[in-house]
């Protein structure tokens, strides 16, 4: 990774507002967003089905940073996004590549379903290009207990060093430090 790159890492952000749980995610999302953007990380984030994370693109774009959408034919970019690059790709394994080849790390805010399959397979999709990038997952309100679980139980056998590759922090300014952390040693 450049040093530039380093400095300005690329962040996947899975979220999602849709669906029963936390009614807190749209500010959550607003949250990261703006937090992310100030510290000049870029976002590329994906949208299917109609579902945009629009407070998580909207807080980073106000805060003056970068984001691009990953997306399905179906979306249709509000007027206060349209300035906002969408890459349309047809197929979902192509959206995850191109997430995956595009991404520094991933992080998965609380959110839907769907969001945490979409993590699941950019990450896979990252491995199959032999990119070992970090997963962080904002774990508000125990949001991926889990997954938390998952990883120490199942990842923790066959994932040599998984603690480092999966982490889980209840904060976003911790998940932040983390993350710097992780990218500064794959320097």
């Known amino acids: 990774m450049s040093e530039a790159r380093m400095n300005a890492p690329v962040l996947a952000v899975f979220a999602s507002d849709k669906g029963p749980g936390d009614p807190e995610r749209a500010s959550i999302m607003s949250q990261a967003g703006t937090y992310f953007a100030r510290r000049g990380a870029s976002i590329i984030t994906l949208a299917e089905n109609g579902v ?16 691009q959408i990953v997306g399905d034919p179906t979306i249709m970019l509000p007027a206060a996004l349209r300035d906002v690059t969408l890459e349309s790709l047809e197929q ?4 995850l590549e191109r997430i995956a080849t595009s991404a520094d790390a991933f992080v998965a805010l609380p959110g839907s379903l769907a969001s945490a399959t979409a993590l699941f397979g950019a990450w896979t999709a990252a491995k199959a290009q032999g990119r070992n990038l970090p997963v962080l997952m904002l774990n508000r309100h ?12 199942v990842l923790s056998p066959g994932l040599p060093g998984y603690d480092k590759a999966v982490q889980f922090s209840d904060t976003i300014e911790d998940l932040w430090s983390r993350l ?3 990218l500064g040693e794959q320097r």
Request: glycine content about 8%; cysteine-free; aromatic content about 6%.
């Open 52 to 67: 945009i994370p629009v407070p998580l693109i909207t807080a980073a774009r106000t805060a003056g940073g970068q984001v």
């Open 92 to 95: 979902n394994q192509d959206r």
């Open 142 to 153: 125990k949001a991926f207990e889990v997954l938390r679980g998952y990883a120490a139980d």
């Open 180 to 182: 710097s952390r992780l």
